[in-house]
C-alpha cells in the first residue's frame, strides 16, 4: 500500500507488523499446545472436582463434589503406602537408569572396534514395545520357572530361589530393575550427546598436568556434564513417576499393593473402579509433583547458565 | 450446554467423513446423523465387540451377517481387544456415536444401563424366558431387562488324568479331598494345583466359586464363611501343593502350566477346551470346583457376554439392531455358537441338549445352571467390592495379614472407605 519507510526513520509501523508476525508464527504452536496440552489438563483438573461417574459420560452431568476427592484419595488406607512405593520406585529407577546410563556413556566414548554396532544395541530396549519387554521380564523373573532364579540356583547363589513376583519387598525391586532397564537407553543416549561437546583438549591438558582418570572424571567431565546432568535428572524423575504400564504388565500393582504407585492407583480408580472423578483426583497429585521439579529443572537450569 | 458444541462438532465429522468416502458411504452417514426416525429405510447397522481373536472375530461375523440377513440389514462389525472395550464404549457414549448393536462383558451392564444410554429389551418383545436365572439377572438393571447372552460359561476344576491315575487319587469333591489331592500330586517340578490370584478382577473371579459355595457374600466380606474360603487357598500355598506364582498369574498362565505338565489341576474356564483339545497326549477331564462338604453344589459366578441395544435417535435402526439380537439368541444359533466356543447355550433346555452331545460339558453345563452374575447383589457398586476381594487374597497369600484381617480391610474398601 505504501512503501516501506526507511527503518531508522519510522520504526514503529514495522515494529507493529512485525510483531503480528511474530504472532503467526507462535500461533500453531501455541494452538497445538492449548489445544492438546492444556484442555486435557484444565478438563482433569474441573474433573478431579466433580461426581464424575460412567452415567456423566452419557448425560454429561457431573455433580460438583467440591474437595471430597481430594480428601478421599488423601485419607484413604492405602495413600502412605502407594506415595512411598513412589517415592523408592521413582528414586531408584532414576538412580539406577543414572548410574548405568553414566557408565555406559563414558565406556563408549572410547573408540573401539564395534564401539557403533554396541552403542545401537544399547537403544534396543527403548525400541520395543514395553508391554512385549515387561511381559518377557516377567517371565524371566517368575520364581519358578524364570530364566533369572535358574541361573541363580546354577550358580549355587540360592537354593529356593528369590520371589522376584511373589514376595512383597522383592515385588518393588523387580519393577524398579525392570524399570531401569528400560530407560538406560535414553539416559546413556542424552549423557554421551554431552560427554561429546566437552573439548578432547581439555583431557590432553589435564593429561600433561598429570591426572589420572580419576582426576580428570572429577575436574574435567563431571563439572562440564553438570548441566545435561540436572536435565537427564529431572526428566527421568517426571518421566518415572507417571510409570504405568511396566508396572501394571510385570506385577499389575501386586503382590499386595506392593507395587502400587500413584500411577497405578489412578488408573485403577478410573478405569477399573469407574470413579474418574478420584482418578482424575488421583492423576493431579502426580501432575503437581512433576510440576515442583520441572521448577527444579528450570531453577537449576538458569543457574547453570548464568554460572 | 455441551449439546452444541456436541452437535457441531458431529456435523463437521460428519462433513469430514462424507467428503473423504464420497457419495456412497455419504448416504450412509447421512441416515445416522440425519432427522432420525424419519431417515428413511435401515439398510445397514453397526455392531461393535471384543472379539478380536482372529477366529473367534470370523465366526461371530458370519452369525452377524446371517442373522442380518434373516431381518434384512447389513452389519458392520467392528471388534477393539477385551480392556479397551469399556473405554471406547464410554468415548461412544459422550460423543453420541454409540454402534446400533453393543457387546458388553456381563458385569459391566449394569454401569452402562446406569448411564441411560441402553435401550430396555421389552420393548421389542425380547424376554429372558427360558434363560439361566444367573444370566437374566446379570442382564437386568433395575428390573428392566437390557441385554442377553447366547452363550455362558462358568469355571470349573480341569485336571490331568494320568497324573490323577499314577497317583492314585480320585477327582476331588471336597475342600478336604482337593487339599489331600494336591499334596500327593504336588513334586519335584509339579504343583498339584493352579488358580489365578492376580491382583485383577480376573482374581476375583476364580475366588467365587470358593467364597459362594461357602456361603459367603460379597455385601459382607468379613465373615468366618469367607474366612474359611480364603484359608482354603492360603493352605494349598503354604503348603507348597499350589506355588506361590499364583500370584502373579493369568488364567491363560494357569492354562499354560497345566498344559507343560507343571500343574495337575487348575481352576479355569471353558474357552480353553480348544487349546486342551490341541494336544493328543494331554488327557484331561473336568468335574465342578471342589466344595466344602460333601453333597453341595458349587455356586460359580457367570461369565459370558451380554448383547445390547444403545439408544439410536433412529428407531428403525434401533428396531432392527434389536431383531439381530433376538436372532443371535435364538435357540440354533445358541447350539451353534456353544459347539464352535465350547461354551454353554443360556437357555436351560438347550444346554440340555448341548450337553447329550458333548459330555465334556457337563460339568459347565451343571455350574451354569445355579451360577450367580457377580453384579446380582450390589449391582454398580460391584467393582469395589471385587477390588476388595483381590486385594484380600493377595494380602492373606503373601503372609502380610491373616484371611480375617485381609478381609477385613476387603469390607473396607468395598464400602468405600
Known amino acids: 500500500m505504501r512503501s516501506r519507510p526507511p527503518q531508522a526513520a519510522d520504526p514503529s509501523p514495522v515494529r507493529r507488523g512485525d510483531r503480528w508476525t511474530r504472532w503467526l508464527f507462535v500461533a500453531p504452536a501455541a494452538t497445538y499446545l492449548l489445544l492438546f496440552f492444556g484442555y486435557p489438563i484444565a478438563d482433569n483438573v474441573v474433573m478431579s472436582f466433580q461426581q464424575y461417574t460412567v452415567t456423566s459420560f452419557y448425560t454429561g452431568d457431573a455433580p460438583f463434589a467440591g474437595l471430597r476427592n481430594y480428601a478421599a484419595v488423601l485419607s484413604s488406607s492405602a495413600f502412605p503406602r502407594t506415595l512411598l512405593t513412589t517415592a523408592v520406585f521413582t528414586a531408584g529407577s532414576v538412580l539406577g537408569q543414572f548410574a548405568l546410563g553414566l557408565a555406559f556413556a563414558l565406556f563408549f566414548r572410547r573408540r573401539f572396534p564395534l564401539g557403533g554396532v554396541l552403542r545401537s544395541l544399547l537403544l534396543l530396549p527403548w525400541l520395543l514395545p514395553l508391554v512385549a519387554s515387561g511381559t518377557t521380564w516377567k517371565w524371566m523373573l517368575d520364581p519358578d520357572t524364570g530364566v533369572v532364579n535358574a541361573v541363580l540356583r546354577g550358580l549355587h547363589l540360592t537354593s529356593s530361589g528369590v520371589p522376584w513376583l511373589t514376595g512383597t519387598s522383592q515385588a518393588l525391586l523387580s519393577v524398579v530393575l525392570v524399570n531401569t532397564w528400560v530407560g538406560v537407553p535414553f539416559n546413556t543416549a542424552i549423557l554421551y550427546g554431552g560427554l561429546q561437546d566437552i573439548p578432547p583438549n581439555l583431557y590432553e591438558a589435564a593429561k600433561l598436568d598429570g591426572a589420572g582418570p580419576l582426576a580428570s572424571f572429577r575436574h574435567i567431565t563431571w563439572p562440564l556434564l553438570r548441566p545435561v546432568v540436572s536435565v537427564v535428572l529431572v526428566l527421568g524423575v517426571v518421566y518415572t513417576v507417571k510409570v504405568l504400564d511396566v508396572i501394571l504388565v510385570v506385577t499389575g500393582g501386586g503382590p499386595a499393593g506392593a507395587t502400587e504407585t500413584i500411577a497405578t492407583q489412578s488408573y485403577e480408580l478410573s478405569f477399573r473402579q469407574f470413579d474418574f472423578g478420584r482418578g482424575a483426583a488421583m492423576s493431579n497429585l502426580l501432575i503437581v509433583l512433576s510440576l515442583v521439579f520441572a521448577v527444579l529443572h528450570l531453577r537449576a537450569d538458569r543457574r547453570a547458565r548464568t554460572v | ?417
Open chain 2, 1 to 417: 450446554m455441551t449439546s452444541p458444541a456436541r452437535s457441531s462438532a458431529r456435523r463437521i465429522a460428519a462433513l469430514l467423513t462424507g467428503l473423504l468416502l464420497l457419495a456412497p458411504a455419504a448416504t450412509g452417514c447421512g441416515d445416522r446423523t440425519g432427522s432420525g426416525p424419519s431417515g428413511g429405510e435401515v439398510t445397514a447397522i453397526t455392531a461393535l465387540d471384543y472379539y478380536t481373536d482372529q477366529a473367534e472375530h470370523a465366526q461371530w461375523g458370519d452369525l452377524l451377517t446371517a442373522c442380518g440377513r434373516t431381518v434384512g440389514v447389513r452389519v458392520e462389525q467392528t471388534s477393539v481387544p477385551g480392556a479397551s472395550l469399556v473405554p471406547k464404549v464410554l468415548q461412544q457414549a459422550s460423543s453420541r456415536t454409540l454402534p446400533d448393536l453393543l457387546m458388553l462383558d456381563n458385569p459391566d451392564l449394569q454401569q452402562i444401563a446406569r448411564t441411560g444410554a441402553l435401550a430396555p429389551l421389552d420393548g421389542y418383545g425380547i424376554d429372558a424366558d427360558g434363560f439361566a436365572p444367573g444370566i437374566a439377572s446379570a442382564g437386568s438393571y433395575q428390573g428392566k431387562l437390557y441385554g442377553l447372552a447366547p452363550n455362558v460359561s462358568t469355571v470349573a476344576l480341569i485336571y490331568n488324568k494320568d497324573m490323577l491315575a499314577e497317583a492314585g487319587v480320585a477327582v476331588p469333591r471336597t475342600w478336604d479331598e482337593l487339599k489331600a489331592a494336591a499334596a500327593t500330586l504336588t513334586r519335584p517340578g509339579r504343583y498339584g494345583m493352579a488358580v489365578d490370584a492376580n491382583a485383577t478382577f480376573e482374581g476375583t473371579w476364580q475366588f467365587l466359586p470358593f467364597l459362594w459355595s461357602n456361603g459367603g457374600d460379597e455385601r459382607q466380606l468379613d465373615t468366618p464363611q469367607a474366612a474359611q474360603a480364603l484359608q482354603l487357598w492360603v493352605d494349598l500355598v503354604n503348603s507348597g501343593s499350589m506355588s506361590k506364582s499364583v500370584l502373579n498369574w493369568t488364567q491363560a498362565d494357569v492354562h499354560d502350566q497345566f498344559v507343560a505338565g507343571r500343574t495337575a489341576m487348575m481352576i479355569n474356564g471353558p474357552w480353553r477346551i480348544p487349546a486342551l483339545e490341541q494336544d493328543a497326549d494331554l488327557h484331561w477331564g473336568v468335574a465342578p470346583v471342589p466344595v466344602p462338604r460333601l453333597g453341595q453344589s458349587p455356586v460359580t459366578p457367570l461369565g459370558g457376554e451380554v448383547w445390547t441395544v444403545p439408544q439410536n435417535p433412529s428407531k428403525a435402526r434401533q428396531q432392527k439392531a434389536a431383531q439381530v439380537l433376538a436372532c443371535l439368541n435364538s435357540p440354533s444359533n445358541m447350539l451353534t455358537l456353544a459347539q464352535e466356543h465350547h461354551t454353554v447355550p443360556s437357555r436351560t433346555a438347550v444346554a440340555a441338549q448341548h450337553v447329550e452331545a458333548n459330555p465334556s460339558m457337563a460339568a459347565f453345563a451343571q455350574s451354569v445352571a445355579v451360577a450367580r452374575a457377580r453384579t446380582s447383589e450390589l449391582g454398580v457398586e460391584w467393582p469395589k467390592a471385587a477390588t476388595g476381594i483381590y486385594t484380600a487374597i493377595q494380602s492373606a497369600l503373601t503372609g502380610e495379614q491373616t484371611p480375617e484381617e485381609a478381609l477385613s480391610h476387603a469390607q473396607q474398601t468395598a464400602t468405600g472407605r
